[in-house]
């Protein structure tokens, strides 16, 4: 059984329109609910083994808001994950090895959310059901994956948690 962690980059800042879109940072609003989503991926105990992030500034500072860890994966910023579509995302999700257990996968909407949605296919349960409804800026969903990462498809993963920052305030 693998783990596949999906995780959406933190809220970005908008405040220098002459900035690249790849060059956007974390506001802080994304910087605090990053904390927050690092805080409960520590206490369900979620260390990956492998970090696949977009090459996004804003991706980056959202595995930057979740270090350090316990135990350091091995990450692998990739300018193909960069607004990628569900289809890319998939193709690199079947190149992980598969002495690889868990994985968490940082990047955009909507190629990210599509690719839940994909995974979780038919699933139900409250996990899914957040997941087919939206994925909002540093959501978090976790899926167990019972097939080889080669062989990922529709319906592959079954959702066990949805956390989206604003179910860890107050």
Not at 25 to 36: D, E, S, T, V, Y
Not at 107 to 123: K, Y
Request: glycine content about 8%; overall charge neutral.
């Amino acid at each position: 059984m693998h783990q596949l962690l999906l995780l959406r980059h933190a809220k970005s800042s908008w405040d220098d329109a002459a900035l690249p879109d790849r060059d956007r940072p974390l506001n802080g609003r994304g910087r605090r609910a990053i904390a927050a989503i690092r805080k409960v991926m520590r206490e369900l105990g979620l260390v990956p083994d492998l970090v696949l992030l977009s090459s996004s500034r804003r991706t980056r500072e959202t595995l930057a808001g979740l270090e350090p860890w316990d135990e350091t994966p091995l990450i692998e910023p990739m300018e193909t994950l960069y607004l990628a579509t569900a289809e890319q995302l998939l193709s690199v999700l079947r190149d992980v090895p598969e002495t690889v257990r868990s994985v968490l996968l940082i990047g955009h909407n909507p190629g990210l959310h599509d690719l839940g949605v994909r995974l979780a296919g038919d699933a139900g349960g409250e996990a899914a059901h957040r997941l087919a409804t939206a994925l909002p800026t540093a959501a978090l969903v976790e899926l167990a994956v019972a097939t080889p990462w080669r062989q990922l498809e529709r319906g592959a993963g079954r959702p066990i948690r949805y956390i989206a920052p604003r179910d860890l305030s107050g």
